[in-house]
């Protein structure tokens, strides 16, 4: 048979029966290993809503029965077809169950806050405490996502907004740049500074949580359609960006929410439903992939406090990611210390008893299993479930703890009382109704009060978008400009006819939308790509208050006196004749092009989320080879300018001899042009450096780089063993030899800097494991009253007390409800917990404070180097410190293959075939530990004057040194041998090295 035929034949596949390796355990895997029972359904609806019964299954009673899983009728059947059996392998091991979970307020940080909390706590009705857990409903309130308040205690409705980027759904805010583009300043301060602006425009528009940071997803897969609400692909960079964004944000007494917790890298199947398939898909990811990857960043920003983290839509080993017991309990709330509350990603909650048992704390927006459909899992089935005593009380009122206690944390309850949104999320009218979801009647009210929050921030949005500019090719200096001469080294103008120096500016990506040329918000969500772009499409994205494009700066800019523009706003090719002769007579050309993606609910063009592919959209390849091919009769000079949400592949152009300058912008938010402006014209010197590896092709990112278009199974299995810790970004590109176009921490200035000096310190000596964890927790969880509350408290209050609108989510039950539930109880009809319950588990020994165990965060060396500015002008170096692990004593030398830019030695195994963890992962502590070749642990930006010298020091701490032992359970150093610490420009360019 040939593999055509094979693919064309489910039969001949095993397709999700027994040959197939991933499904086979996968539903008991969930089921049995992770507490995500879901209490209020069992039935499932097809897309058109109809019931689906054949969907229903037996429970299974046995780890390793005979796989009974059917494909199910779905529009997508024949997707499932094309499974190709050649990915098969032995599934990821489940995570075992880690119940119960540990109680929130062991931090001393957090002590003050929890014992403020637990006094209100203790005063709550169960109603009040439902409500603080549970949002009203998709569009019940001002804000994307609002719980509703304990009136009692007066605690108050909290107002939870995106986005990672600005205020979504709201006027007179600022368009910050994009996290990606932040990611590309490598500026700590900046990072900074941006998210405290951030807050305190949600402060001023009565937001009490932004639903950001990002970092997940991480940028497993540069095609991946959010990766550009994040800061880059590389889990330390994403850490300490996000981490300082945190900082910034809650330093204005405003919620941080970093999110996607965890393994969201694709928009693809990320949500149950919203393709076609009733799951979501599953990321299925090894122990130390996980800690080493994707949930790093998060121990960073548990570290500086984060009060809130979202879970995400995805499964995770296949159990969702937001009843995951042993990612919820485990790894973020034992071994990372987290005391703030977990919220779930707008409908990622799946299940009732079974989430608020795996950690979940807080759900959102309220609904249930389908979108905007009322019917939550929680709300009044929490009641019952609190009744009946399927919920411990105690982990009832420990989700209502830190929920409050994160309020306290951040200093809210100083805030006026009656602080709620001055506009609304959605209608952009004054007056409207304040529950728009419910079809009740209501009254109009003032709904938008225009607010205007901006202040001076567009000052931070321009220098963030001008630092996160990076210079990629600046060829006989062509760069900077000059705004009389055009390009510089020309000291009179010019020669043609007219005696001016004649300039193109080209690509659609350069202007206005054509179609509304004052509108930047013409799509939803900016969920399509027109005129220049400037931001990545879904909720990650706002109202632009206003974008400068580049054409406007341009034209502002440029001398009219000794300078002529041409311009041709669009990508339509071919040229006329007349524009040809036109072009034929430039002195330079600027083309402008793109590649734009966004979240999945939303597609453009042949972009549904992802993007099908890395290359520029719009037919940007054949704009710039045209041009380069006419610009003065192929004899002048071009530059590029790129806008793009990650990276693109450049094959096409990027040696073509006329393409002398290329300028890779990101994501610049409202300060577009202005910020391009300063990097052009030389008054910022560009100190931009990639957040990700620029490669040839899509394909040189490895199998576990490719997004999963079509789903391989009901529950679609994206295998993230594939590269395991080193499947990522330059990881990848390292291990396997593989040549980028630029690589990762790329990025060039108008000046040169001079690496020296290197020193290396001893802080602390060498040892294999952290101290052991604390045996006591600094500070004491409050402890309440284990009383099933009295059934009166969730009662529906009489008649006219409130006025019930219909779809909105309320805690309360009838009386027969309550009725039904306490006899339930009574009758010992309790829910059946998951084994081990009640026995308190072993904590883990990475844990201990906010952060994980506090030996982690300590410096055990200290590394030196002096910076010098070389060239004749200012500007901002960005020394980037890489780390090699001593190589493990097991393994032979491997004789290099290729030898890319730095020297580095590829691996022995250089071929483009996955390196398989997993089962093999397990053993690691006695073969032999696989490094990834080296791996960022700092970096710092430093302005130097030119001739000036300055002393930069990068602190290493343990965790930074170590790796995750998956058979010990615990960060490990490596005492053998000898780290290789080295210093440089980029991953690939490392001027000095030290040994530890
Ligand atoms: C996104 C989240 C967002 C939420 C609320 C979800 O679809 O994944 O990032 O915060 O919606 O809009
Ligand atoms: C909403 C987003 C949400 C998404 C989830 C959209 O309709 O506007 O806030 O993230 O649905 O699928």
């Not at 795996?358 to 899992?377: E, F, I, N, Q």
């Not at 620029?694 to 199974?713: S, T």
């Amino acid at each position: 048979m040939t593999s055509h035929e094979r693919e064309q034949d489910p039969s001949k596949q095993g397709l999700l029966g027994s040959t197939s390796g991933h499904h086979s355990g996968s539903e008991s895997d969930s089921d049995d290993n992770n507490v995500n029972t879901n209490l209020t359904s069992n039935t499932s609806r097809t897309p058109n809503g109809k019931k689906n019964q054949q969907h229903r299954r037996p429970k299974p009673t046995h780890r390793n029965r005979a796989p009974s899983f059917q494909p199910l009728p779905t529009p997508n059947k024949s997707f499932l077809a094309r499974r190709s059996r050649r990915h098969h392998r032995t599934p990821p091991r489940p995570f075992p169950t880690m119940v119960p979970l540990p109680p929130g307020g062991t931090s001393a940080s957090w002590a003050d806050s929890y014992a403020k909390a637990s006094l209100l706590v203790n005063n709550m009705t169960l109603a009040e405490k439902i409500n603080i857990t549970t949002g009203v409903g998709w569009q019940m309130g001002l804000a994307l996502g609002t719980t509703a308040p304990g009136s009692l205690v007066g605690f108050p409705a909290l107002q939870l907004q995106d986005g990672p980027l600005g205020i979504r759904s709201a006027d007179n805010i600022t368009a910050f740049p994009a996290g990606i583009t932040v990611g590309a300043t490598w500026n700590r301060q900046l990072m900074y500074a941006r998210g405290k602006a951030h807050a305190i425009e949600a402060r001023a528009k009565g937001v009490n949580a932004i639903l950001g940071p990002c970092v997940g997803p991480l940028g497993r897969m540069p095609a991946g359609g959010r990766n550009w609400e994040g800061f880059g692909a590389d889990p330390y960079l994403q850490g300490v960006a996000g981490a300082e964004t945190i900082k910034g944000i809650q330093s204005e007494g405003v919620m941080a929410t970093i999110k996607h917790f965890v393994g969201n890298e694709q928009e693809h199947f990320r949500q149950a439903w919203e393709w076609g398939i009733p799951h979501a898909l599953s990321s299925n990811l090894d122990d130390r992939t996980l800690h080493e990857l994707y949930a790093w960043p998060f121990g960073d920003a548990v570290k500086v406090g984060v009060v809130g983290v979202m879970c995400s839509y995805n499964m995770v080993n296949n159990s969702y990611a937001c009843g995951n017991s042993k990612l919820l309990n485990g790894v973020l709330k034992d071994e990372l210390g987290f005391q703030g509350f977990v919220v779930s990603d707008w409908l990622a909650q799946r299940s009732g008893v079974g989430s608020a048992l795996a950690g979940l704390d807080m759900t959102m927006p309220g609904d249930g299993l389908r979108w905007a459909d009322g019917k939550s899992l929680w709300g009044g089935e929490l009641s019952k479930a609190v009744l009946n005593g399927s919920l411990p009380v105690e982990r009832m009122n420990d989700m209502v703890t830190r929920v409050v206690a994160a309020w306290y944390q951040m200093g809210q309850d100083r805030w006026p009382k009656d602080t709620k949104p001055n506009f609304s999320s959605w209608t952009d009218e004054k007056m409207g109704v304040t529950s728009p979801g419910s079809p009740s009647p209501q009254e109009q009210v003032v709904v938008n009060q225009y607010v205007n929050v901006q202040a001076n921030h567009s000052i931070i949005a321009r220098q963030v978008a001008a630092e996160g500019t990076v210079l990629l090719k600046n060829e006989n200096n062509i760069l900077p400009l000059s705004r009389t001469t055009g390009i510089r080294r020309r000291q009179t103008t010019t020669t043609t006819s007219e005696g001016k120096f004649k300039i193109g500016i080209f690509g659609e990506d350069a202007g206005p939308i054509p179609s509304s040329p004052s509108n930047p918000n013409a799509c939803k969500d900016r969920g399509c790509n027109q005129g220049t772009l400037a931001s990545g499409w879904g909720s990650g994205a706002v109202e632009f208050p206003y974008l400068i494009t580049p054409i406007d700066a341009l034209r502002r800019e440029f001398d009219p006196s000794t300078i002529s523009l041409h311009t041709h706003l669009s990508n339509s090719l071919p040229l006329t004749s007349s524009e040809k002769q036109a072009i034929a007579d430039l002195d330079l050309c600027l083309v402008f092009v793109n590649a734009d993606s966004g979240e999945g609910f939303t597609s453009w063009s042949n972009v549904r989320g992802d993007r099908p592919d890395l290359f520029l959209q719009k037919n940007g390849d054949g704009l710039i080879q045209t041009v380069a091919a006419q610009c003065g009769g192929g004899f002048s000079d071009v530059v590029v300018v790129i806008h793009s949400v990650g990276p693109v592949v450049m094959e096409a152009w990027i040696d073509l001899p006329q393409v002398k300058g290329v300028v890779f912008a990101n994501l610049p938010g409202e300060e577009s042009g202005n910020a391009l402006v300063d990097v052009l014209f030389g008054d910022v010197n560009p100190s931009g450096h990639l957040p990700f590896t620029i490669g040839k092709r899509l394909e040189d990112y490895g199998r576990g780089g490719q997004v999963m278009y079509l789903p391989n199974g009901v529950v679609p299995q994206q295998d993230f063993g594939e590269g395991g810790v080193y499947g990522v970004d330059y990881r990848w590109f390292d291990k396997k030899g593989v040549e980028p176009r630029f690589e990762f921490g790329y990025g060039m200035s108008y000046t040169q800097f001079e690496l020296g000096n290197a020193t290396v310190k001893t802080v602390k000596a060498k040892s294999a494991l952290p101290a052991p964890r604390p045996e006591q927790p600094a500070a004491k969880p409050p402890s309440y009253s284990t009383e099933v509350p009295s059934s009166s408290e969730v009662i529906w209050p009489e008649e006219g007390v409130i006025r019930k609108l219909e779809k909105y989510i309320y805690p309360y039950l009838s009386s027969q409800e309550a009725d039904a539930a306490v006899s339930a109880r009574r009758e010992g009809q309790k829910y059946p917990y998951p084994e081990g319950y009640n026995v308190s588990q072993p904590l883990s020994e990475a844990g201990g404070d906010e952060g994980g165990n506090p030996d982690l965060w300590e410096v055990y060396v200290s590394v030196g180097v002096d910076v010098r500015n070389m060239g004749k002008v200012a500007g901002a170096a960005v020394p980037q410190l890489y780390l090699s692990y001593p190589e493990p004593k097991t393994k032979a030398a491997p004789a290099p293959t290729q030898q890319p830019r730095d020297g580095v030695k590829p691996d022995d195994n250089n071929t483009n075939e996955p390196i398989i963890h997993g089962e093999e992962g397990a053993n690691e502590g006695k073969k032999g530990v696989d490094f990834p070749l080296k791996v960022l642990r700092g970096f710092d930006k430093v302005y130097l004057e030119p001739g000036e010298t300055k002393k930069v020091e990068f602190d290493l701490t343990r965790r930074d040194l170590s790796f995750w032992d998956t058979e010990v359970q615990n960060w490990r150093m490596v005492v053998e041998g000898e780290y290789k610490v080295r210093v440089g420009w980029s991953s690939r360019d490392l001027k000095v090295e030290v040994r530890w």
